[in-house]
């Protein structure tokens, strides 16, 4: 986006952090139902067809006889996913849909996250092309390539976590029992007690949902905004002799983030994957 | 990080992905892994109970051969004894049929023995009387004097 008449550099990323949506400009209330991210959910769905295409090319060729690479990757997954399931919901029943559940969500987040590893301006300027040959104002082609750097995406599924908690909770306790707990845990059963239990109960809820998406959606706005601020230094390349250091700096900086970011997008795909079955495992305990 | 409906659409996502799994991907990989654990422990297995047959074949064939050669060390010592006895047999019919031959010829002998002698008397009778016949120069009649005679071959005797 750094051509000569361009925008500046605060332009060039309150662009790139603005969404795609059914309203056509930037979001400006901080909520806002009436507002879909089409990118978030383009990129979403995208990355979870090809997430379920994978695991059910592997699930199809799957045999007891020697595995292939592809066969024999995703069964080392699927293996770890399962020890872990297996080590914290201790339900066999519940784990035949909390397992591949935390599957699914590993490989998705996964490969979400891993769009932050492709050029930072490739598919949006692919995108400004066409939005610009379709008659539009490429100005306005906003597009954000990483779901999971879309609060509504990390929420989203965290919510999904904590509806799964609601329903786990009602099932192994029954109804009656989980609203008991609500009321006199952790503290004890006393009248004066309900009240604080039920308070602590909520904010308990409250906070593993929230945390739960935003640590994921946190880790990776940063990731974006840095790979962003580093593409500012390589668009500082002007022929002098400081735009030339900061284009070093660019190839530098570059290297050395993304292949840090192939840590942390595997380890908060594995992190949100565990605290989902975490979560779960806890909605089978009573307190 | 606005908050908009893209929320509710990422939630469905999210439950029709894991359902999805649940169904079609997650049995499957399953099985097979349970069924190729199944089978390289009952490979495992094949291979432990090849080796403990393979080790009491060897001890069995061991023991046989020892059999063998014990069964076969009977039998020649069986073979050698019998042999013996033949031998022996051998001898003592052959040491019977000597002494008979030898008796029946030593009879045949005393048989021989005692005809010469008959014949061997008879015939000095004969020269007797033919020398008495000389001397007396006259004819004896043998049947006159047949008494005489046979006293005579009894003297002889």
Redesign the interface.
Known sequence: MATANGPTASEYIVHHLTHL?TSGHK?E?????????LD??FW??AL?LL??FL??R???R????V?GRFQAA??FV??MV?DQAKGIVHSAESR??V???A???FV?IFLMNAMDLLPLDLLPRIWEGIYAAAGNDPHHAYLRIV?TA????T???S??VL?LCFYYNIKIKGLGGWVHELFTAPFGSHPLLYPVNFLMQMIEFAAKTISHGMRL?GNM?AGELLFMLIALMGAAWAGTATGAFLWIGHVIAGAAWAIFHILIITLQAFIFMMLTLVYIGQAHEGH | MNLNATLFAQLAVFFVLAWFTMKFVWPPIMKALDERAKKIADGLAAADKAKTDLANAEKKVVEEMRKARESAAELRANAERQAAQLLDEARQEAAKIVAQAREAAEQEAAVAAQRAKEALREQVALLAVAGAERILRREINARVHAELLANLKQELK
């Open positions: 949506n979001q209330a901080i909520v806002d139902w009436s507002v879909v991210n978030t959910l979403s769905l979870g997430t379920v695991l059910a592997a699930a199809r799957a045999t007891p006889g595995p995703v069964e699927v293996e399962a035949r849909f397992a591949p559940l599957l699914t969500v998705w779901p879309d609060l509504n995406a929420l989203g599924m919510i999904g509806l959606f706005y």
